[in-house]
């Protein structure tokens, strides 16, 4: 699977950025809080690859580091024009995106590389089970705005393609044995932790910032059940994330490649609507 850097970019209201879910700003503020981690975060997992691609021999998998980086450079570069939107409604996205960049700075300068991989294919794992969760059901957008429906859909299919880059680095550079797969398992219960901390700590402060979305019950009560209900996103990503803690787990143990048949129409639709918009 040889990820492709697509150029890429999203026509995005600014007026309905606190609001653009069809399930209210609830559920819209999760998303944000999300985006809020990607310009920082994408640029960690490149550097925690970009260390190592030196003792990788396969040309095949160079090729993949290469397409890694550069589809990871794109989602940074959107998610940046994105949370900019925030900023100037009135979010404090420009303070959390700085406060999270103090810390990742302070823990790729202290500590080991190969700590870091193992944050960088945890945190990658993250994203595949919440790409496959949002591309297996088309009713977690429904009728949300298009733009940004379309964004957060081009995000979770590139996230599919280049899922496996990363761990197969970490394969090719790590030594086997008991040490590799204790600091792989340990790692994501530690990033399990101090992901969604920060996930929770970036919602609250937007739905705090944002007036006109706090006081309502009804979007409190959506934004559970899309969350925590029997069909919420974190019951359905448990399995998987167990699935991550076997001895011999891989990626494309869940081979779900298929989702990407669409991307090129997504794309075709992607220019569409932003011909609609600048025609507007």
Same mark, same amino acid.
């Given at each position: 699977?040889?990820?492709? *850097? *697509?150029?890429? /970019?999203?026509?995005?209201p600014a007026g309905r950025i606190t609001n653009w879910h069809e399930q209210g700003p609830f559920v819209t503020h999760f998303f944000n809080a +999300?985006?809020?981690? @990607?310009?920082?975060?994408? +640029? @960690? @997992?490149?550097?925690?690859?970009?260390?190592? *691609?030196? /003792?990788?021999d396969d040309p095949?998998?160079?090729k993949e580091i290469q397409?890694?980086?550069?589809?990871?450079? #794109?989602?940074? /570069?959107?998610?940046?024009?994105?949370?900019?939107? +925030?900023? %100037? %409604?009135?979010?404090?996205a420009h303070n959390l995106d700085q406060r999270l960049k103090f810390f990742l700075d302070l823990q790729k300068k202290h500590l080991p590389p190969s700590f870091n991989l193992a944050v960088t294919i945890a945190l990658e794992h993250y994203t595949a089970m919440l790409a496959e969760i949002l591309l297996s059901d088309p009713s977690r957008f429904g009728d949300s705005l298009?733009?940004?429906?379309? #964004?957060?859909?081009?995000? %979770?299919?590139?996230e599919t393609e280049h899922k496996a880059v990363a761990f197969d680095v970490w394969n090719q550079v790590i030594k086997p044995g008991p040490k590799r797969y204790l600091l792989r398992t340990g790692t994501m219960l530690f990033t399990t932790l101090l992901f969604w901390l920060v996930v929770f700590d970036f919602h609250v402060r937007l739905l705090i910032a944002d007036r006109k979305a706090g006081g309502h019950l009804k979007g409190f009560w959506r934004m559970l059940k899309f969350l925590?209900?029997?069909?919420?996103? @974190?019951? *359905? #990503?448990?399995?998987p994330w167990l699935h991550y803690f076997k001895p011999g787990f891989h990626p494309w143990d869940h081979d779900n490649r298929a989702r990407l048949q669409g991307i090129d129409g997504l794309v075709e639709e992607i220019e569409q609507t932003n011909r609609g918009y600048e025609a507007v």
């Open positions: 699977m040889l990820p492709i *850097r *697509r150029d890429i /970019r999203f026509a995005l +999300l985006s809020l981690l @990607f310009p920082q975060g994408e +640029l @960690f @997992f490149m550097d925690s690859v970009r260390h190592y *691609r030196s /003792r990788i095949d998998l160079k397409g890694f980086i550069g589809q990871e450079a #794109m989602h940074s /570069r959107e998610h940046v024009a994105y949370n900019d939107l +925030l900023q %100037a %409604a009135g979010l404090p298009k733009g940004y429906r379309q #964004m957060w859909y081009w995000h %979770a299919l590139e925590y209900g029997p069909k919420g996103v @974190f019951p *359905r #990503m448990l399995r």
